[in-house]
């Protein structure tokens, strides 16, 4: 759908440069706001935030790890 893409797309944008910790404080109500979603795309500004947390914490447990 191209509302996630778009969410997906924003939300690696908004994190560049920022630390892990900042990129763990991007909330779904932020991508939402900035692409204009109506209440029924919302889910995919969740997807993205969902990512972006998923790939976080893969990367701090494999940093664990070693």
Do not use: F, Q, W
Not at 29 to 54: G, N, Q, T, Y
Request: proline residues 3%; positive net charge.
């Amino acid at each position: 759908c191209g509302s996630a893409i778009a969410s997906s797309s924003l939300a690696t944008e908004m994190i560049k440069g920022k630390t892990i910790d900042d990129s763990l404080k991007l909330s779904n109500i932020e991508i939402a706001k900035k692409l204009s979603l109506p209440p029924v795309k919302l889910h995919c500004s969740m997807l993205a935030e969902d990512a972006i947390r998923s790939a976080v914490m893969d990367y701090k447990s494999k940093r664990a790890n070693k």
